[in-house]
């Protein structure tokens, strides 16, 4: 009996030995999931061509290796995600998972790279749960955490003096995480905590009812076309220049400048990035992402960039034996790569630990609309949830 | 909460309807008298945005942009009509939300193609601002000047319509299609010219509601909901219900929107009011259009008897 199992392990050993070989490989797969079209699809295709462009100026590979990218949309349907994420890690077999936008997505797309031991390396997307009691050893963050950009908006308004601040976000839970991410850092009293609907068009009650309570500031999370529409209308209504807007960075880069115009001049804003950051990889990046695609970059797009840069720097450390995935997740958790953002390392929860910047908008010196820094509002700051990570 | 809050809210909630009715002024024409469901509409909407952004760009005037915008859609409506339309008219109405939802996609696309997922329409410098109405009650003067374009198209729509041939061909079109037939009608003119008049009035929305809302692939899809909303409580096939309807619709969901969470706050505690406010207020609308529907099945104004 004894000397049957001990040949039936020594038959499994041998069988699955391939797998767990040390043989560097001939080429890193990656299976990219994004939003790419829809009316949310200009994300999914700023985070894919910045992600592709890192390749391109690497001349086709990551870390020493070629690289395949495997690109699907998942439609901003969590089902479509989630099947995709199972051809990836299941049929194709790739090496890293990476893409989705939208926490929703990622969240049902997910536990498949996790049961399969696939590394996911999330280029934007990165909600609480992960960062707290579901952490989990193949989960990558190198965007920033969900909350981060309206806790260091919330600090943003403190140093400010904004003794009063009036909220708004859609009613759904990202909408209350933003808030109550702001609220952590905001020392001032809350006016009013507004939610609006979910795709809404217009927005005069709103603003009304702002203009009636003259709050100190006012803080917003309305992505996409939604934030749009309120930033006109709030200029149109002669507002900007009595209660100052505050936005999280998303909410007015490049992709809201572009249609809005001039009426966003002098909009503050949070990111963990900004185009004018003076460092080298960024500088490299931001004149190539330009010069391929004529257009500038945005956050999502450093995102993007940043993610390949991570995974690339991975393979090369671990010099291409990417079949062992343990040494791969020691070389992502030690992410020695020149981030577009400047300084950059992972928390135990391997959510990123990073500056955040405040950005105004304004006009370069070429007179395109740009965001430009101004100044630093937390630095090496990490998220909210670690301390009930129960990873090392 | 002051009595200048509750003016300024009621003109904004007439404002919207105003704004919704130029939209839903041309939805209710088509499927009043062509019995037909197109959902393709939003995308008329889009078009007529994206075309006003730029020929406002080409020719640097708000004026003339919009107003070359107007025709140009009309004329993609009236070919759109003859090509791919006019084809189902016979169909049963599965078939044609189906075709016109596919409608929805390939135009969707195609914008995207020319010019890419948004576009930039400034408001008109002069209109920028807000102006003072009434002491401590400043308004912004787009706003008014879209009222004064709602009611502009609604006089026009009724003059049309009433008084004179082409109005009474359509209404006749709208109340007994067989019998217009019957009585020599050319039908197929009549449909091709009305389909024409509301992508023409789609443009005027797109470019009026420009300056205000996100120009961008899939504008069209958000707001038509809310014109058949609008139609359905006006009565299909009636510009009159489509006006009635739309300054209901807008009223109701403004004054839901900032007063509903205060009043709940009145009665309830803060978490339970700041949970329920919002949510009956996004459903005020529909509510609306359920007890207007449970006492007159046909809307307000049923073009049809």
Known sequence: ????????????????????????????????????????????????????????????????????????????????????????????????????????IMLAAVPIAFDNKTLYVSPNAAPSPLAGKQCNPYFFVASWPNDAYHEAAGQHASNRGFKSAYLIAPNYQAGKDSLAGFKRFYKGSVVAEVYTQLGQLDYAAEIAQVRAAKPDTLYIFLPGGMGINFIKQYVGAGMSSQVPLIVPGFGSDQDIIRPVGSAMLGLFDTAHWAMDLDNAANRKFVAAFEKEYKRLPTVFAAQGYDTAMLIGAAVRDTKGKIEDVEAVRRALRAAKFESVRGAFKFNRNQYPIQNYYLRVVAKDSQGRIVNKTIGTVFKDHGDAYVQDCAMK | MSWILIVEQSLNGLQFGLMLFLLAAGLTLVFGIMDMINLAHGSLYMLGAFLASSFVAATGSFVAGVLLAIPATAILGMVLEVSVLRTLYARDHLSQVLATFALILILNEAVRLAWGPDAALAMP???????????????????????????????????????????????????????????????????????????????????????LFAVQVGMGENILILAFVVIVIGGIGSIRGALVGAVLVGVVDTIGRAFLPILFGLFFQPRVASAAGPAIASVAIYVLMAVVLFFRPKGLFPARG
């Not at chain 1, 999931?33 to 999914?44: C, D, K, M, R, V």
């Not at chain 1, 910045?50 to 901003?76: C, R, S, T, W």
């Not at chain 2, 920028?128 to 009650?137: F, I, R, S, W």
């Not at chain 2, 709208?174 to 217009?180: G, I």
């Open chain 1, 1 to 104: 009996m004894k000397i049957r199992s001990a040949v039936i392990a020594a038959a499994c050993a041998l069988a699955f030995a391939p797998l767990s070989s040390t043989y560097a490989a001939d080429k890193v797969k990656i299976g990219f999931i994004s939003t790419l079209s829809g009316p949310s699809g200009a994300i999914g295709v700023d985070i894919r061509d910045a992600f592709q462009l890192a390749i391109k100026m690497n001349g086709g590979q990551l870390g020493g290796l070629p690289a395949e990218v495997l690109v699907g949309d998942d439609q901003f349907k969590p089902d479509v995600g989630r099947q995709l994420a199972e051809k990836y890690v299941k049929s194709d077999r790739v090496n890293f998972l990476t893409g989705i936008v939208f926490s929703n």
């Open chain 2, 125 to 211: 410098a002069a209109l920028a601002g807000p102006v003072e109405l009434l002491p401590g009650l400043p308004y912004p003067a787009y706003r008014l000047v879209i009222i004064a374009v709602g009611l502009l198209v609604a006089l026009l729509l009724f003059f049309l319509v009433t008084k004179t041939k082409v109005g009474m061909l359509v209404r006749a079109g709208a109340s007994n299609r067989e019998m217009a037939l019957a009585m020599g009608v050319n039908i197929k003119l009549l449909f091709t010219l009305v389909f024409g008049a509301g992508a023409a009035l789609c443009a005027l929305a797109g470019a009026m509601l420009a300056p």
